[in-house]
């Protein structure tokens, strides 16, 4: 039987007067690759802030690898890299190991110190994002890609089931961009890490996640491309239109 790595019924969530996510209904699986689109504003950051425990829905449930997420306490089981997750002091002095190595301490604890096997498993997430050859490179000199990768490599040190990444591409050139959706392929193919992926590009997310969840206070989920405009439908209404174009570099298919 496949895991259930989230689930949520009837979330509803209010800041103030004003609902924000209305009855949200769905479940995501081990294995699941969903972008998460929408609209700015839309409730996006906010939908991720409530599965990860940051605020209290105001009705409904959640439920994390079948835990309420009040009685949830295997945090270092979930990855989260954050919008804007290299807006950092250039001049922090740090390494791109010591960096990495940050997220270990989610599964062994604050002050303690890390063995030759917590070592190890950092090594490999900083292999796995190809940043392994650079790790004794101060954070600051790397380009915003490199470092997008060292924050990834920063969560996959907690070996967490499931990755979250909110607008990760913001600020990464092109092929860096490339380079980074590859990653997270490869990341949920041959690690089997569950991935949720929040992006404005429509087409990028379409061709390489496995399920859309389309936010706009409501939340609605669909296929990829085979729904594509359904997804469109839901997230800017019925006045889009949409522009022709073509990604010369795209996923291979899982």
């Known amino acids: 039987m496949t895991e259930n790595i989230i689930e949520l019924q009837d979330l509803s969530f209010r800041y103030g007067k004003q ?16 972008g998460m689109i929408g609209p700015n504003g839309a409730g996006k950051s906010t939908l991720v802030k409530l599965m990860l425990g940051l605020l209290k829905p105001t009705d409904g449930s959640i439920k994390l ?33 010591e960096v990495a190595s940050m997220g270990r301490f989610s599964k062994v604890g ?3 110190w890390l063995s030759k096997a917590d070592y190890a498993i950092v090594e490999k997430a900083l292999e796995d994002v190809g ?29 967490p089931d499931l990755l979250i990444l909110d607008e990760p591409a913001v ?5 860096a961009q490339h380079d980074f959706y590859l990653l997270l392929g490869d990341l949920n193919r041959k690690r089997g890490t569950t991935l949720i992926l929040i992006s404005h590009d429509i087409g990028v997310v379409a061709k390489n996640a496995s399920r859309l969840a389309c936010v706009n206070v409501s939340v609605t989920m669909h296929d990829t491309a085979k729904g594509i405009d359904d997804a469109l439908l839901c997230s800017y209404g019925s006045d889009f239109q949409r522009v022709p174009h073509h990604h010369d570099k795209v996923l291979p298919n899982a």
Do not use: C
Request: charged residues 25%; aromatic residues 12%.
């Open 110 to 112: 604050a002050g303690k």
């Open 171 to 175: 600020g990464v050139d092109q092929d």
């Open 19 to 34: 609902l924000v996510i209305d009855k949200a209904t769905f479940s995501i699986m081990k294995g699941d690759f969903i």
């Open 131 to 159: 940043m392994l050859g650079l790790a004794e490179s101060r954070i600051g000199e790397l380009s915003g890609g490199q470092q997008q990768r060292v924050f990834i490599a920063r969560a996959l040190a907690s070996e």
């Open 65 to 97: 690898f079948g835990k309420d997420v009040r009685d949830f306490n295997e945090w270092h089981r979930i990855g989260y890299v954050p919008q804007k997750a290299t807006n950092f002091d250039q001049n922090f002095p740090a390494t791109v190991f």
